[in-house]
C-alpha cells in the first residue's frame, strides 16, 4: 500500500504490459522531503537514509518504477553518497553525467530542478527486467544519478568504496543493444530511455532512427515519439517520417505530424551540445583519475 501523503493521478501512459496494447497505469507523485514510510522499501535494506534525505525535492512512482529527485550542493550529494554506500543492497550503482536535471510534474506544469536523482524499480514494474535484454536498459540494482553542473560540482565529488560506477558511454552502449531484443516491450520503451540517457548522442539517434523500420506498429509508434528529443540533429528521419503520413494507421500518422512540426521547429542546439560534449570529457577524466 502507497504512502497516504502522496498526489495520487491516473496516467494513460503504459508503465508496463506494453505488449497487451494501451493500458492505465496508476502513478503518484510527492513534492518536498515529508519522509516516505519504510513499509514499501523493504526490497531495499538500508535505502530509507538516501529515500528520505533532506534534499529530496520530488518522488514520482509508476506502478513500481520509482524516482527520487534531490537538490543541494556538493556537500548534501556527498552526504546522499555515503549513505548510499552504507545501503545493504548487494550492488548499488552510481552514473555521473552532465546536469544540472530538470523534471516534470504529472501534469507538466511544473519544472523541478535536481542534481542526483535516486531510481528503484520494483512492484510490477520490475517484470521489465525479467525480459529479454530488459537489464540492458533497467537496472534491477539502486541506482543514483548524479548531473554534474549547477549546484554540483564535479572536482568535490567523493564516491566511497562500495559503489559501482556505471560510465554513461557503458550504459548507453548497453540500452542500444537492447533496441535489438526480440521483446516488442524492451524495444518500444528502450527508446525513451535510450533518449534520455543523452540526447545529443548521434549514435543513438541512429539506433532509434532504425526503429522506424521496426517489423511491430508499436515499436515504430514509439520510436517516432521520442525522435524530437534529438532536436534538429533528427533531421535524417524526416523521410520516412513524411511517409508515415501517406499510410493508413491513424495515430502513427498522427505521431508522424507532430513529430516533424517539433523536428522542423526545434532551436539550434549547438552550443548545448559542445558544452554535453565538454562536461563528458570532464567526467571521463575525473572517473580515469579515481582509477590511478
Not at 518536498?32 to 538516501?50: F, H
Not at 542500444?176 to 548522442?201: C, F, I, M, Q
Request: with cysteine; aromatic share 8%.
Amino acid at each position: 500500500m502507497r504512502s497516504p501523503l502522496v498526489k495520487r493521478a491516473i496516467l494513460m501512459v503504459l508503465a508496463l504490459a506494453a505488449c497487451c496494447g494501451a493500458a492505465w497505469a496508476l502513478g503518484e507523485e510527492t513534492f518536498g522531503n515529508a519522509p516516505l514510510t519504510d513499509a514499501n522499501y523493504k526490497d531495499w535494506p538500508g535505502i530509507m537514509p538516501v529515500v528520505n534525505h533532506p534534499s529530496r525535492v520530488y518522488h514520482v512512482w509508476v506502478n513500481g518504477n520509482e524516482h527520487f529527485y534531490y537538490r543541494g550542493d556538493t556537500a548534501a550529494l556527498n552526504d546522499t553518497l555515503r549513505k548510499f554506500a552504507e545501503a545493504r543492497s548487494e550492488v548499488r550503482e552510481v552514473v555521473l553525467r552532465p546536469g544540472p536535471g530538470e523534471a516534470r510534474s504529472f501534469d507538466q506544469t511544473q519544472k523541478i530542478p535536481f542534481g542526483w536523482k535516486l531510481h528503484l524499480i520494483g512492484g510490477i514494474a520490475r517484470h521489465v527486467t525479467t525480459l529479454e535484454g530488459g537489464t540492458k536498459v533497467w537496472s534491477p540494482h539502486p541506482r543514483l544519478a548524479v548531473y554534474v553542473g549547477g549546484e554540483v560540482d564535479l572536482e568535490k565529488i567523493e564516491i566511497p568504496k562500495g559503489l559501482t560506477v556505471a560510465p554513461l558511454s557503458q550504459l548507453k552502449q548497453s540500452n542500444r543493444e537492447s533496441l535489438k531484443s526480440g521483446d516488442k516491450t524492451v524495444r518500444g520503451w528502450g527508446a525513451g530511455e535510450l533518449v534520455a540517457l543523452d540526447p545529443y548522442d548521434a549514435e543513438s539517434r541512429e539506433a532509434v532512427m532504425a526503429l522506424l523500420k521496426d517489423p511491430d506498429n508499436w515499436v515504430r509508434l514509439n520510436a517516432v515519439g521520442v525522435l524530437p528529443r534529438f532536436g534538429k540533429a533528427a533531421q535524417p528521419a524526416l523521410p520516412t517520417l513524411r511517409e508515415f503520413l501517406q499510410g493508413e494507421d491513424a495515430p502513427l500518422k498522427a505521431a508522424a505530424q507532430k513529430s516533424i512540426q517539433e523536428i522542423e521547429g526545434a532551436e539550434d542546439r549547438a552550443a548545448a551540445a559542445r558544452e554535453h560534449q565538454a562536461m563528458l570529457q570532464r567526467i571521463e577524466r575525473f572517473l580515469a583519475r579515481r582509477k590511478e
